[in-house]
């Protein structure tokens, strides 16, 4: 399949006028174009408002919106065995507690939608699934139980793409170490793409092949066509402070030097002032600090250390909480990239 190929995957062919009250889709299951939708499920439009509340389409002209316990789901055809990540962007309304239930059985995630990263008000989000078989159910599904049933996630753009789970070589003793390998990036998108939380503790069952997040708050996979990248197309920012980690295991000789070598920099996106990057390789770590200007740019830094048993935990994670200096609201921090790990021959 390509990259992308989801059917209507930006909603903007809508249901007839007929199955419409209002923005309420009542014209049964098959009433949006390409999905299958069940329970409370608005089609929502650019400019639409709720109240006083204007209801954000983050791609488009039209977006739709999960009510309690509804959901929308299309079956789209994969190859047994491969792994898969899932980009969509989601946007939160009016719900105390939003959450998001995304799945492709046997796998699922419950993504909660409190922390809002970008300061629009939507957030681009990955996730990954194994296939089990070549034909499979992608629903995105609202879990909430409101009082107002007309408060729930607004989902708009979805794609998916497959993931080639990367090879060690013998120049890296890490996976996946430039971030090459990794979700479908919109091409008109500029905001990166979030990869949540592993709620499962599998680097191959990750969006970011190789790596795991492990922390509270996701991390951001950003692009060069919109950032400012150290080395390639790819990177990872470290956007919630000490709550967005990711890590690898790599297998490592007991009483052997290795040497930890990585890219601080900053994606030149406004994420100005200090930022601080720690490294850690069991345990051992170093703290990088990296004066940004927000306008791009990176430095080189290096952890040696000596390898205590056969697997080696390494983490990086961002010192401070940081928000971009132009919209004081969008969460960012420092850029890694261009990881390698070797062990030293002795002299």
């Excluded at 046997?106 to 296939?131: I, K, R």
């Excluded at 499962?200 to 190789?210: A, K, Q, T």
């Excluded at 000789?253 to 990585?262: A, E, H």
């Amino acid at each position: 399949m390509d990259a992308g190929s989801v059917e209507n995957g930006e909603f903007e062919l809508g249901p007839k006028p007929r199955d419409l009250n209002g923005t309420v889709v009542t014209g049964g299951p098959h009433a949006i174009p390409g999905w299958e939708i069940s329970g409370f499920v608005e089609y929502i439009k650019s400019g639409q408002k709720q109240n006083d509340m204007l209801l954000v389409v983050p791609n488009g002209a039209y977006a739709v919106r999960l009510g309690n316990e509804a959901s929308i789901k299309q079956k789209i055809k994969v190859v047994k065995g491969m792994f898969y990540s899932i980009t969509f962007v989601v946007a939160r309304t009016c719900a105390q507690e939003e959450k998001l239930n995304v799945s492709v059985a046997p796998d699922w995630v419950v993504l909660p939608m409190q922390t809002v990263y970008g300061g629009n008000g939507w957030d681009a989000y990955a996730w990954s699934f194994q296939a089990d078989y070549s034909l499979v159910d992608m629903v995105f599904h609202n879990p909430g139980t409101e009082d107002d049933s007309a408060c729930g996630p607004i989902i708009d753009s979805i794609a998916v793409q497959a993931l080639y789970p990367p090879r060690l070589t013998n120049k890296n003793l890490l996976k996946n170490g430039g971030f090459e390998e990794g979700p479908y990036v919109f091409p008109n998108a500029s905001s990166g793409v979030l990869i949540p939380p592993n709620i499962v503790d599998l680097s191959d069952h990750s969006p970011l092949p190789g790596w795991i997040v492990e922390s509270l708050k996701a991390v951001k996979y950003i692009d060069s066509d919109h950032f400012s990248v150290p080395q390639g197309k790819r990177a990872v920012e470290l956007v919630g402070g000490k709550e967005s980690a990711i890590a690898q295991v790599a297998r490592t000789i007991p009483g052997k030097t290795y040497v930890l070598s990585f890219a601080v920099g900053d994606a030149g996106n406004s994420c100005a002032g200090s930022l601080s990057v720690e490294a850690y390789a069991g345990k051992d770590s170093v703290k990088v600090p990296y004066e940004s200007k927000g306008k791009g740019g990176f430095k080189h830094a290096s952890l040696k250390f000596v390898a205590l048993s056969i697997r080696t935990h390494i983490v990086f994670l961002s010192t401070f909480y940081t928000v971009r200096n132009d919209d004081l609201a969008s969460l960012c921090g420092p850029v890694i990239d261009d990881v390698t790990l070797i062990s030293l021959r002795k002299p």
